[in-house]
């Protein structure tokens, strides 16, 4: 089974609109880290954001925030007022079991901003 | 930048060759880890180490190997090179075991022809 899921391969936003990218996971580990990456076109990964799975607040980073949301096992990463330089692809990751610290990732989803 | 260095960034080879790849870890930072991105297989975790010693393994070829050197900095060796190997290689680190964020290099792409 899948343990990271993105269902959106692609998504075309308005520039200066809110966009949601979303994710799903799977685990039976209590204790797991969830991630999101932004591979522009160049190929580096840059890490946006983070979020506990015991933390209580929903992760926020500037113009990204993480929608968490545990019993449902989503963690949707929010963009807001999005802008040129979001066109990239992103990437949802999840670590589990910190004796094992390797990261799962998904298949990513290709964001485009539309001037 | 997030202070992960790889070398070379770029790397085109013949299939049966060997090539090393190496890795700066951010200051500080004792884990280091190696994820191979390929178009068919995405993003796959291979190794990591931690302070010198392997710590966790994962779809690594038995045709590669990695160390970690007393400096903190990784290596990444890639033997009997084949076309399917060629992929996007990147190095990430991080401070601790854990609960912690792992920052990723620019990545090697290799190149097999």
């Known amino acids: 089974a899948q343990k990271i899921t993105q269902t959106q391969p692609g998504m075309f936003v308005q520039e200066k609109e809110a966009v949601t990218l979303d994710c799903t996971y799977d685990t039976s580990d209590p204790s797991y880290g969830l991630f999101w990456y932004k591979q522009p076109s160049s190929g580096e990964m840059i890490f946006l954001i983070y979020q506990g799975s015991y933390d209580q607040q929903n992760a926020t980073e500037g113009r990204y925030s993480l929608n968490f949301q545990k019993a449902r096992k989503s963690a949707n990463l929010v963009i807001s007022a999005s802008q040129l330089g979001d066109s990239a692809m992103y990437f949802c990751a999840m670590r589990e079991n910190f004796g094992n610290e390797k990261l799962t990732f998904g298949t990513g989803t290709r964001l485009t901003i539309i001037p | 930048d997030s202070g992960v260095t790889q070398t070379p960034k770029h790397l085109i080879t013949a299939t049966g060759q060997r090539v090393t790849l190496r890795c700066s870890p951010r200051s500080g930072d004792l884990s280091v880890y190696w994820y191979q991105q390929s178009l068919d297989q995405g993003l796959q975790f291979l190794i990591q180490y931690y302070n010198g010693e392997e710590r966790a393994k994962g779809n690594i070829l038995e045709r590669f190997s990695a160390q970690q050197f007393p400096d903190l900095h990784s290596e990444l060796n890639l033997s009997s090179l084949e076309l399917g190997d060629s992929a996007l290689y990147f190095c990430?680190?991080?401070?601790?075991?854990?609960?912690?964020?792992?920052?990723f290099g620019q990545g090697t792409r290799l190149t097999v022809v």
């Open positions: 990430a680190s991080s401070a601790i075991t854990g609960n912690t964020e792992a920052f």
